[in-house]
């Protein structure tokens, strides 16, 4: 039921500033349907150049799905022809068209080019018996065939569902975070893991990930004490034994240690840079 105040504007029409057509005067400048888009272009962040190339391509062909020409699911989400906005290709951020779902994961990184050779070569292959020939691909990545993107942490496991991060990386990234360290030490960190994979900085040991208790569970050190501008990934019981010690202190007095344990050779003293507090 339209209240009082509508019925008053119920002759005056305008036009969608999405799709064009006529519709009630109201409050949106949108019509019912793309005011739901248009809230939805919002929310997934797409920029203005993008959002303008979309209204443009609706003004003009409707709700259609730009790869089969139907007539696009507005609500429900769980349909295949649900419209998403489909990049027509993976590296233009600008030019996103109306695309039924389950089209647009078929289409995934694939170029519109690349994607028609395929439909068509794979239509022949089906039809007529054809060999499908290959053609490189500019923008595939490892995991994409799965629609899964690569883990941002360790750039090896496939990331969670609609996740930056594999669930292993995605503990290491939220203690990151916890112990609220700079970004440039946890570019660092994911750098390091990444090349050398979870293992402790200073002896190379593979390290515990799930249990706390564990003496290699992996812990961030200072580098140098109490400085937070480098931190590495190091061992509970390594993290406990370095304590004030600098890496370079750390090592010389290991080797004291093992030299006096081994030989009985005397171990010699040394001024420790950071070591100012009392003994706790
Ligand atoms: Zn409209
Ligand atoms: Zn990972």
Redesign the pocket.
Known sequence: MLSVKQKKHISSHTKCRGCGKRMLLNSSKYCFYCAKLAKRLHNEHFRAKARKYFWAYLHKRGRRCHYSGILLEIDDDTSPWYLVFSRLDPADKAKIVPAAAFLNEMKSSLSEKEFWYYVLALDDHREKHLKVKKIPLVHWQVGSSTGDKV???????P?LKGRK??????RIAFRMKHDRLFRECINEIWDYVRKYGFVCYYTGMPLELDDPKSPWYLVFDHWMPRDPRKIVITSSLLNEMKSDLTEKEFWYFIRQLANFRRHGSVVRKRKLAYWCRPYR
């Open positions: 883990c941002a942490g360790c750039w090896r496991a990331a991060f594999c669930a292993r990386c995605a």
